[in-house]
C-alpha cells in the first residue's frame, strides 16, 4: 500500500451527483448482460479492500467484471467520480443502531462503528475528503447522528463540530494503527522484535539518570493491554459532557444556542 491520496470531488461534480442521486441519464443495456452501476462500485470497493486504492482503475474493475473497459464508460465517466461512488456506497447502510440511551451513548457508538469502518477499508485513510460530496448514503448517517444528539442543547454550529470532533479523533485512531501494521510489514520486524531491538540501549539511557521522569514509569506504561482507544474517546465525550451541563438551565433543561 502506497501513501498516495485522492481527493473526493475532483471530477465531474454535477455527473458525480446525479450518479449518487439517480437523476441523471441511465445507460441503455450494454454489450455486457447484468452490468449496473452497483456492481462496478462494489466490485470497485472489493478491489481496494484487497490491495488499495491505487489497484482501481477503470480497466482493472473492467477486467473484474469480465468486460471491457469501454462498457464501464457508459456508466460512469472515469475513476474521480467512481472514487466517489464508492466512499457513499461503504457508508452503507450506515449507522442504523446507535444504541440505547442518550446522546453519548450514540456518539460513542458512532466512534466505534467509524473506527470498524476504516478496519474494513483502510483506504479510506489515503482520501482527502475535506470536501465531501453528499451521497445518500452518507446524509442517511447524518440525519441519524444528528437526531441522537440533538438533544445535547448546543447550537446547530456546534453539532456539527461535534460530528466533526468524533471523526476527526476516530481518523488518528485509525491512521496510528494502520501505520503501525504498515511498519511491521515494511521492517518485517514485529512489534515485540522492533522493542527487544532497542531495549539495551533503552536500559543504558535509563541508567543515565538523564531520564528520571520517564524512568520512573511503572512496567506496563507502554504495554499493550491499555485500551488508548477507548480511554481518549471517553475524555473527548467527558469535554462534551461538561459543555452540556454548563448549559443546563435551573429547570434542567439545556438551553439550545441559536
Do not use: C
Not at 16 to 28: N, Q, V, Y
Not at 52 to 72: I, K
Not at 87 to 96: C, E, F, I, K
Amino acid at each position: 500500500m502506497t501513501s498516495s491520496a485522492e481527493t473526493s470531488g475532483s471530477g465531474d461534480l454535477v455527473r458525480t451527483l446525479e450518479l449518487l442521486w439517480d437523476t441523471g441519464k441511465r445507460p441503455s443495456r450494454g454489450p455486457k448482460p447484468g452490468l449496473t452501476l452497483e456492481r462496478i462500485v462494489e466490485t470497485a470497493v472489493a478491489v481496494a479492500d484487497r490491495e488499495g486504492l491505487d489497484a482501481v482503475s477503470m480497466r482493472r474493475v473492467a477486467t473484474e467484471l469480465g468486460t471491457g473497459a469501454m462498457s464501464l464508460y457508459r456508466y460512469v465517466p472515469g475513476k474521480a467520480e467512481l472514487l466517489d461512488l464508492m466512499l457513499d456506497r461503504v457508508q452503507r447502510p450506515g449507522p442504523d443502531d446507535l444504541g440505547e440511551g442518550g446522546w453519548r451513548t450514540a456518539l460513542e457508538t458512532l466512534a466505534r462503528a467509524t473506527l470498524a469502518l476504516h478496519r474494513r477499508h483502510p483506504w479510506l485513510l489515503r482520501v482527502n475528503q475535506s470536501r465531501p460530496v453528499l451521497g445518500p448514503a452518507t446524509l442517511d448517517g447524518m440525519e441519524k447522528v444528528l437526531a441522537r444528539i440533538r438533544p445535547m442543547g448546543l447550537s446547530d454550529p456546534e453539532l456539527i463540530s461535534v460530528i466533526i470532533m468524533i471523526d476527526g479523533y476516530v481518523v488518528g485512531a485509525a491512521r496510528t494503527q494502520l501505520h503501525q501494521e504498515e511498519a511491521e510489514r515494511a521492517s518485517g520486524l514485529t512489534d515485540t522484535q522492533f522493542w527487544s531491538a532497542q531495549e539495551p540501549f533503552l536500559v543504558e539511557a535509563m541508567a543515565s539518570g538523564r531520564y528520571p521522569v520517564t524512568a520512573a514509569l511503572s512496567e506496563d506504561a507502554f504495554g499493550r493491554d491499555f485500551d488508548h482507544f477507548t480511554f481518549g474517546l471517553e475524555r473527548v465525550l467527558d469535554g462534551l459532557e461538561l459543555l452540556v451541563e454548563r448549559r443546563r438551565g435551573p429547570d434542567g433543561e439545556t438551553a439550545r444556542r441559536p
